[in-house]
């Protein structure tokens, strides 16, 4: 590792994979002899179709997306596409169903009501987000245009365990926070949908990974750059693509692929969380809110007990070279997001501090 570079728990944007880091410098002003950065292309020149027409091939191989479903690349954020879904699939009976289990998956459901009748068809706020409603609980509707929810929750720490079972009614998920930590079986969804800064590189861009027969019904305010079918239509080029996020994100996944594919992630993911989670389990100092069955993969939360020793504990890692450890304003405690890019050292540094902060401190 270079000297410089330091452990960095952020919850996004996150850690980038430092090979990926270096092959971008080293190509940054003059990408294959061509005379210029990607960040300079022109999105309709030939080098450009090529650098994006590769990066959606690997991300069709590596997430093994089948030719049913569409890749587009867009801006905006998850937070656009929250009123994008209900824009584009809305438009069939007027109605969606909605699981609110987090922060991200609240403020979807707060979005779609602005298009249609958004359902509440599960909430985790009785248990404060701390866990998944069960199967059974969910209260779905069958002529739903959708189901909405969020796979993994960045900021409580949680995760569901299951995939919903929703007959035809198509699911619609946010992965910003898990896409590319483990094999996904794409064929399963309408939309999946993910901002790259937490595990596919840098802000700015999104994914959208939509079955093609649900694109075509858009309410007709939408507009054209949110329109899943006049952006397939356009190949993801109505305007300007984020070029370079796109050319960032063929890096990473050359970098998933040389680390052995999306088994491979789910693998090392486990064992990273598992090393965090037994160091909690094991210790009198540091809780978990989180029911353990739906505990997230690349979020973990927990807390001190009392806010002097969550700042401290914060403070204290931040000199040692792991920072933004600290949780998000909505739960406070502490927060370690362990994406792809943060390496098993990172984690065993990590669990180390904790032990040594435990020792000095109880
Ligand atoms: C970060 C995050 C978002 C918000 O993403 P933006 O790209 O900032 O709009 C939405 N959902 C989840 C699950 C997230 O982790």
């Not at 952020?10 to 410098?25: D, K, T, Y």
């Not at 867009?74 to 699939?89: E, K």
């Not at 239509?233 to 063929?250: D, Q």
């Amino acid at each position: 590792m270079l000297m410089s570079r330091i452990y960095n728990f952020s919850a996004g944007p996150a850690m980038i994979p430092e090979s990926v880091l270096e092959r971008a410098a080293a190509e940054m002003a003059d990408y294959k002899g061509t005379g210029m950065s990607v960040m300079e292309m022109s999105h309709r020149s030939k080098a450009y179709i090529a650098v994006f027409e590769s990066v959606e091939n690997k991300l069709r191989k590596v997430m093994d997306i089948p030719a049913t479903h569409k890749i587009l690349f867009l801006q905006g954020g998850a937070t656009l596409q929250f009123a994008a879904i209900p824009m584009n699939l809305m438009g069939g009976n007027g109605s969606a169903d909605y699981a609110v289990t987090g922060l991200f998956s609240q403020k979807a459901h707060a979005e779609a009501q602005k298009y249609g009748a958004a359902r509440l068809a599960a909430s985790g706020k009785q248990s404060n987000f701390t866990s998944i409603p069960s199967k059974q609980s969910l209260d779905l509707d069958p002529r739903a245009s959708y189901f909405h929810y969020c796979h993994n929750n960045t900021v409580f720490g949680t995760r569901w365990d299951y995939l919903p079972v929703t007959g035809d009614v198509p699911l619609v998920c946010d992965m910003s926070s898990s896409i590319l930590s483990e094999p996904v079986d794409v064929s399963k969804y309408g939309v999946i949908y993910a901002g790259a800064q937490k595990n596919m590189g840098p802000a700015g861009l999104t994914v959208v990974i939509v079955r093609e027969d649900l694109a075509g019904r858009a309410l007709p305010c939408t507009p054209s750059v949110l329109d899943y079918a006049a952006q397939i239509k356009n190949e993801s080029m109505i305007n300007t693509p984020a070029t370079y996020g796109v050319y960032l994100l063929g890096l990473v996944l050359d970098w998933v692929e040389s680390q052995g594919g999306l088994g491979a992630m789910k693998k090392i993911a486990e064992q990273k969380a598992a090393l965090v989670y037994d160091m909690i389990d094991d210790s009198d100092l540091y809780r978990s809110q989180v029911e353990p069955h739906c505990r997230s993969m690349t979020n973990v939360t927990f807390n001190l007990g009392n806010i002097e020793l969550d700042e401290l504990f914060v403070k204290q890692a931040a000199g040692r070279g792991m920072t933004t450890l600290k949780g998000h304003r909505a739960t406070g405690g502490i927060r370690a997001s362990l994406y792809n890019a943060m390496p098993l050292d990172g984690v065993r540094k990590l669990v180390e501090f904790m032990k040594e902060f435990q020792f000095n401190n109880t």
